[in-house]
C-alpha cells in the first residue's frame, strides 16, 4: 500500500524540475518534488555562470535552439513580473584576431537562422568606445543576453508550488521504481523508505537521470544515453572592473571558451572551462588550472592583473557526447519513444537549460496532454 497518491511525481529540484512543476502546480495537478540534496538547486543549477542565453550557438531546429530563444523571452517576462533580480547586459562575441572574423559569420548566420532579434557586427573602435579594457578585431554585439540571480529565480519557483499545493521532499532518493497498469510506484529513501504512487512520472535529476532512468521498470536500457561529466571551473576577480557587457572569445575545442561574465554588482568572474572527470561531485577548484586561463583571458583583456584571480567555484554538466560538440542537444523522451504512457525523462539539461527552463516546462506540459 502506498504512502502517498499524487498526480504527478518530479525527480529534482533543480531549476527545470522546479519550472516543470510549477506549471503543472499552477494547472491544478498535485505535484511532489523528489531532491535527493537538502535542499532546491544544489547541484547544477546554482553551479554556472548565471547568465541569460541569447540562443546564438545552437543548430537551427534543435531543442537547444527553440528553447533557449523561447525561454529567453519567458525569463525577462518572469523576473520582471516577481522581482527576480536580473539586468540585461548585453554580450560581446569577441574575435581577437583576424582568422577568428570567419567564425563570427557563421555564428552570425546561425543566430539569425534561430530567430536571434538585433544582433549587429560592431568594429573594433565600436568595442573600444563601449569596453575599453577589452581588445579584439571585430565583436557580434548580442543585446537579449544577461545575467540573473538564479536562486532567487529559483526560490520564486519553489513558493508558487507550495502556494498552489505542490510539495518538495528532500534528502529523498529513488531507490526503484515499479510500474503496473499504467501508474508509477516509487520506492524512496529518506529517513525511512517511502511509497509514492502516481500517474505521471518526470525525470529531470540532470547529471543523475540516466542513474534514475536505469531504475525505472520497464524501461529500455538501451534507450537510456550514456552520460559523460564535463567540469567548468571559475575564477573570480572579486570586483568591479568596468567592465559592463558580457564577453565571450570565439569557441574552440569543446567548450564556449573561458569568458568574462558579470555578477548582479559586477564583480567579474572568469570561466569555465572544460575538465573531463569521472565523480561528478568533484566541485573542488585546482589552482594550477589559473595559469591557462591567464593565457585565454588575455586575449581578450590584455591589461588584466593576474593577481586577482582567485580559485572561485565549479559546476558539473551531463554531456550526452564528449567527442563531437555539434551533436549535443537536449534529450527529452516521452510515450513516442520508449512506450510508457506519462513518463517523461530529460537527459541532457545543460546549458542554456537555466534560459530554457520555462520553455522546457511549456513542452513537457504538453507532451502530458
Known sequence: MSDYKVDTVIIGAGVVGLAIAEILCRFGK????????????????SRNS?????????????????????GNKLLYEYCQKNNIPFENTKKLLVASSNDQIEIIDEIQNKAEKNGVQGIRRITKQEVKNIEPLIFCEEALLIPSSGIIDAVAYMRSLVGKIEDSGGMLAYNSKLIKCELKNNRFT??????EETLIEC????????????????????????????????K???????????????????????????HLTLELDHSVKFGPDVQ?????????????????????????????DPGLLKPSYAGIRPILDNKDKSMRDFVIQDQSIHSIPKLINLYGIESPGLTSSLAIARYVKQQLE
Open 30 to 45: 498535485e505535484v511532489i518534488v523528489l531532491e535527493s540534496e537538502d535542499d532546491f538547486g544544489r547541484i547544477t543549477s
Open 50 to 70: 548565471g547568465v541569460i542565453h541569447a540562443g546564438i550557438y545552437y543548430l537551427e531546429n534543435s531543442l537547444k535552439s527553440k528553447f533557449c530563444v523561447e
Open 186 to 191: 516509487l520506492h524512496v529513501s529518506g529517513q
Open 199 to 230: 500517474n505521471q512520472l518526470i525525470n529531470s535529476s540532470g547529471l543523475f537521470a540516466s542513474d534514475v532512468a536505469n531504475k525505472i521498470d520497464g524501461l529500455e536500457k538501451k534507450l537510456v544515453p550514456k552520460t559523460f561529466y564535463a
Open 232 to 258: 567548468g571551473n571559475y575564477f573570480s576577480a572579486g570586483r568591479n572592473l568596468g567592465i559592463h557587457h558580457l564577453i565571450y572569445p570565439i569557441p574552440e575545442g569543446f567548450g564556449l571558451g573561458i
Open 276 to 304: 573531463w572527470i569521472d565523480n561528478p561531485l568533484d566541485y573542488s577548484v585546482d589552482e594550477n588550472r589559473k595559469d591557462n586561463f591567464i593565457v585565454e583571458i588575455k586575449k581578450y583583456f590584455p591589461s588584466l
